[in-house]
């Protein structure tokens, strides 16, 4: 906990509050300023949207700590502000509401607008509105009070010059710093917490059927060094698979022929941990089989379930053999919310292309098997940057080829 | 919804930053306006043990005007830029690229800095001050070094630096009177991640005809023959669809096209 102090509303304030209290929190959860709306809360809808330090920022991503010293306005402070009651005037004579959960911060954007962009026009109110979700009215209402309050007030009042502002985030440089510091709490740490839980697993909702649900995310063929019966046999060997897929571990292997499996995947910062169950079906007469996964990150409530389909053929008289794998896969959660379809993508090729190179490595001293990876997390960057070097190097020799 | 919880720290000056990055060896994460870390932390994705908000370092936040070049602290954020409140280096192309980023809400805190070490593929600043060219000054325990942009970004959300290192500036040449940019995105909403991307940078008097594909599945691609691109009356936009649609960006026809069409129309932008 820290001393934040800020000025709110015109009134100072001091509280403590945890290195992680966003402004949106601070205002509604300690200074009951509910007229801050929390609609998203990862700067998308925009209800959250109030002043700081004169102009409009996303206080439900704006780190309060941060904004230490700032002057703060929330939708509470506008009631006597002439601007606000033309603009509130206007909101009520075009309709410009219905649920009202988006207007505190429609309200604060439609100020912005009218104060930053003199005559503006409707083109651009819409541009500049948005970052402001609303759900009921469609935004005509909206945009024309706006625009109603334009019109007035340039018959009313010149331009005024623009304000001189920081050019650093809008908030900071007012705290000062060291002084500041806050103490790491080690034994508050996140990390430590998500760890020290133990993991609950749920006993597997079974994993989809292979029939054609979800489209495959990464298809690759593959040559490994070594005849078919040895890889055929190395694939059935489920403890040994896991060690070749970068950032996957064993937990433990259960009397039901299934495998309770770890994985750890980084990418930047972004790091998620799941935790879950495998389990393998084959066919020995098509050499085909498919390796089931599914399992939950417990820090970010996120689900993920994939499949790896796989096919062996001989090849060179029977003294290497190519494999052909797929893997799809189904994200939900808020690293499902997060993520875009194609990096996900493309995350999967980077992992898939690793666990290839294991697998041939693994089987190339006449399927002797060796430590290949460190069960640890995959670290996409170092391993992969390689990979991608080699196909721009490829992309950019023949762009034309095709 | 809530971030897990983390420290904090509010270093006074480039090495205190650096010595606290150093300590916490890879568990702590630099902000600056954080506005792409935000997220991350409320959704529980990022869960740093500490956060350095950089943002009371003084000179982050300060512009410094060389000879052939501008260097934009870390800390400026986009709406400084796209009010004009720093010089600009390109005749009015970064105001304009600062213009279209997330929305005013966003671009008041959102800082260049921040948006380049966050590395999202579909992050305005990534594409264009790539294809402008510019250098990112790096801060850490083995002093200070420079790199260029387009060897920055080594894969979705990351970058080439070391535990110990933050980005502190960021340096864009000049570019003469005579410079042409092009710029185009598409997103299915203003401001939402855009889908593709396209930039183009021409300057006859400095010798440099840059094109950017951008809003890929990882880093931004370099256009291999901007020469057949700028062939004139139509037969260049015609050659750049061809080329890019051949490269299979996305492997995905639809976006491919979109890939295609992003950048004939930053092209078009800079046709005579």
């Not at chain 1, 103490?183 to 909702?205: C, I, S, W």
């Amino acid at each position: 906990m820290n001393d934040l102090s800020l000025t709110v509303n015109g009134e100072k304030i001091s509280s403590l509050v945890e290195p992680r209290t966003s402004l949106a929190d601070l205002l509604r959860e300690q200074m009951n300023l509910t007229g801050t709306h929390l609609g998203c809360e990862q700067g998308v809808c925009g209800a959250c949207t109030i002043l700081v330090d004169g102009v409009p920022v996303r206080s439900c991503i704006s780190n309060a700590t941060a904004c230490g010293g700032a002057e703060v306005r929330t939708i509470e402070d506008f009631d006597r502000d002439p601007l606000m009651i033309e603009l509130r005037q206007a909101f009520n004579a075009h309709h410009a509401l219905q649920c009202g959960f988006c207007t505190p911060g429609m309200l604060i954007m439609a100020r912005d607008i009218v104060m930053r962009l003199h005559g503006a026009d409707e083109a651009r109110i819409r541009i500049e509105l948005a970052g402001n979700l609303c759900r009921c009215t469609g935004y005509a209402g909206i945009v024309k009070a706006i625009r109603s309050v334009i019109v007035s007030r340039q018959e009313a009042l010149p331009p005024r010059p623009p304000a001189s502002l920081p050019l650093g985030p809008a908030g900071s440089g007012h705290a000062s710093a060291g002084n500041a510091l806050v103490h790491v709490e080690k034994n508050g740490l996140a990390t430590a917490d998500a760890q020290d839980k133990p993991l609950q697993v749920k006993a597997a909702a079974a994993p989809a059927p292979l029939a054609g649900k979800r489209a495959p995310a990464v298809k690759q063929s593959f040559s490994v060094a070594a005849p078919q019966p040895v890889v055929w046999e190395r694939f059935g060997d489920v403890p040994s698979m896991i060690r070749c897929i970068p950032g996957a571990s064993l937990v433990s292997q259960e009397a039901d022929g299934t495998y309770q499996i770890k994985m750890r995947v980084k990418m930047g910062p972004i790091g998620a941990e799941f935790a879950g169950v495998a389990r393998q079906e084959r066919n020995d007469d098509a050499l085909t089989g498919i390796i089931h996964g599914s399992g939950r990150d417990a820090r970010s409530a996120s689900l993920a379930e994939g499949q790896l389909t796989y096919r062996l053929v001989d090849e060179n008289n029977g003294e290497s053999t190519r494999v052909d794998i797929e893997v799809s896969y189904q994200l939900s959660g808020a690293l499902a919310q997060f993520a875009r379809g194609g990096i996900v993508t493309h995350f999967i090729g980077a992992i898939t292309t690793q666990f290839a190179e294991n697998l041939s490595r693994s089987l190339s001293s006449a399927g002797t098997e060796e430590e290949v990876v460190e069960p640890g997390e995959l670290r996409i960057a170092g391993s992969f940057a390689g990979a991608l070097k080699a196909w721009l190097v490829d992309l950019l020799r023949s762009p034309f080829r095709k | 919804m809530k971030p897990s919880q983390f420290g904090y720290a509010r270093p006074a000056n480039v090495e205190e930053a650096v010595r606290l990055l150093q300590e916490a060896d890879g568990s702590a994460k630099v902000m600056a306006g954080g506005q792409s870390l935000g997220p991350l932390l409320n959704l529980r994705l990022a869960q740093p043990s500490l956060i350095i908000d950089i943002t009371a370092i003084r000179e982050l936040t300060l512009v410094r005007e060389e000879k052939d070049a501008i260097v934009y602290g870390a800390c400026v954020t986009h709406a400084s830029v796209e009010d004009r409140r720093v010089p600009d280096a390109t005749n009015g192309f970064l105001p304009s690229v600062a213009a279209g980023i997330a929305y005013r809400a966003v671009r008041n805190r959102g800082t260049m800095g921040g948006s380049l070490a966050h590395a999202d593929p579909a992050a305005d600043w990534m594409t264009t001050l790539t294809a402008l060219g510019a250098e990112i000054l790096v801060a850490g325990s083995a002093g200070e070094r420079r790199v260029a942009l387009d060897q920055f970004m080594t894969a979705p959300f990351s970058v080439a630096l070391e535990d110990s290192e933050f980005i502190i500036g960021i340096r864009i040449r000049r570019y003469s009177q005579a410079a042409r940019f092009g710029y185009f995105k598409f997103c299915r909403k203003r401001g939402e991640f855009a889908e593709a991307m396209g930039a183009v940078v021409i300057d006859p008097e400095l010798g440099i005809r840059r094109g950017i594909i951008g809003a890929t599945d990882s880093r931004p691609i370099l256009v291999p023959d901007m020469d057949a691109c700028l062939r004139p009356s139509g037969e260049g936009i015609q050659a750049a669809k061809a080329m890019i649609a051949a490269m299979k960006i996305a492997d995905d026809p639809v976006r491919d096209g979109m890939h295609a069409n992003a950048f004939a129309r930053a092209l078009k932008q800079v046709a005579q």
